[in-house]
T-cell receptor
Framework: AQKVTQAQTEISVVEKEDVTLDCVYETRDTTYYLFWYKQPPSGELVFLIRRNSFDEQNEISGRYSWNFQKSTSSFNFTITASQVVDSAVYFCALTPGHIIQGAQKLVFGQGTRLTINP | GAVVSQHPSRVICKSGTSVKIECRSLDFQATTMFWYRQFPKQSLMLMATSNEGSKATYEQGVEKDKFLINHASLTLSTLTVTSAHPEDSSFYIC?????????????????FGPGTRLTVL
């Protein structure tokens, strides 16, 4: 069975602080994909990143960075110099990957509600 | 990135009526679309997987006769909530996965629509 745990239900920080959102996953698959999505108050889920299980390189995109560690089954997300517009619910998700192309179910974590205060 | 639209964005209906929600992939073809339901302050719950030209696969506990899904083309899937009741009030979100022509790249990224807020009175 697959499972994604986001232990932090809510985080509140002051603007310009750095904040890390934790994501721990469970899977028996050797090949899998991890995702982060952002859900602002408008409700639409915005795709942020996708990482496959064979690529443990950390990634940086502007103020966003992701730390993938297979040894601890974690895929944490850090926002540097946070801004009010970063306020949203962030979801970590997992899906099995197979060599046959196609879409698989996403298993979502419970989400972390991030509030950036001015 | 790929764009997915949903219509309507918000609907209020009386108990007993049926409501149809459309999900469209605007700039890509989607072999697979997914329908999710989200209650306030909760995560997304997968309802069903919709493949173009075939019957949808429903998750355990989801009534297929209640939530009718049709995926008639590579850019359109519809979810019809039949005989809606107040407990069906929720935020419904669809996602679409792009048809890939390159083989061996594993699973595809799902792109989400903006959601439809259904309120049943």
């Amino acid at each position: 069975a697959q499972k994604v745990t986001q232990a932090q239900t809510e985080i509140s920080v002051v603007e310009k602080e750095d904040v890390t959102l934790d994501c721990v996953y469970e899977t028996r698959d050797t090949t899998y994909y991890l995702f982060w999505y952002k859900q602002p108050p408008s409700g639409e889920l915005v795709f942020l990143i996708r990482r496959n299980s064979f690529d443990e390189q950390n990634e940086i995109s502007g103020r966003y960075s992701w730390n993938f560690q297979k040894s601890t089954s974690s895929f944490n997300f850090t926002i540097t110099a946070s801004q009010v517009v970063d306020s949203a619910v962030y979801f970590c998700a997992l899906t099995p990957g197979h060599i046959i192309q196609g879409a698989q179910k996403l298993v979502f974590g419970q989400g972390t509600r991030l509030t950036i205060n001015p | 990135g790929a764009v997915v639209s949903q219509h309507p964005s918000r609907v209020i209906c009386k108990s007993g009526t049926s409501v149809k929600i459309e999900c469209r992939s605007l700039d890509f073809q989607a072999t697979t679309m997914f329908w999710y339901r989200q209650f306030p302050k909760q995560s997304l719950m997968l309802m069903a997987t919709s493949n173009e030209g075939s019957k949808a696969t429903y998750e355990q506990g989801v009534e297929k006769d209640k939530f009718l899904i049709n995926h008639a083309s590579l850019t359109l899937s519809t979810l019809t909530v039949t005989s809606a009741h107040p407990e069906d009030s929720s935020f419904y979100i669809c996602s679409a996965s792009e048809l890939r022509t390159d083989i061996g790249t594993g699973t595809d990224t799902q792109y989400f629509g903006p959601g439809t807020r259904l309120t049943v009175l």
